[in-house]
């Protein structure tokens, strides 16, 4: 279970991941959720309401987020949004703005 989203799988689930490591050796290879490939610095719009742990309220699906860093794991995009700071985020939640 994620602490920071809530988010609970099945280890024997096999799924489709939104990231991969380029065969080519370019590094890192992460899709939106209608997509379209992130590089580092973007900015991003996030599609859903997500509730953060300690925090009062959710942020709002349509919070854009900017100069986003990529990174390995289940939330691959590491990022400082205004209100709430330094968090981590799943790329299936945010669409490229």
């Known amino acids: 279970?994620?602490?920071?989203?809530?988010?609970?799988w099945n280890p024997?689930?096999?799924?489709?991941?939104?990231?991969?490591?380029?065969?080519e050796g370019e590094g890192l290879i992460v899709k939106d959720a209608n997509g379209n490939l992130l590089q580092d610095g973007d900015t991003v719009v996030l599609i859903k309401d997500l509730p953060?742990?300690?925090?009062?309220?959710?942020?709002?699906?349509?919070?854009?987020?900017?100069n986003i860093k990529l990174t390995d794991g289940d939330h691959n995009i590491d990022c400082k949004v205004d209100g709430f700071g330094a968090m981590a985020l799943k790329s299936i939640y945010v669409r490229k703005g």
């Open 1 to 8: 279970m994620c602490p920071e989203c809530g988010h609970e």
């Open 12 to 23: 024997e689930e096999v799924t489709e991941t939104a990231i991969t490591v380029s065969p």
């Open 52 to 66: 953060v742990k300690g925090a009062p309220k959710p942020i709002k699906a349509g919070t854009k987020v900017k």
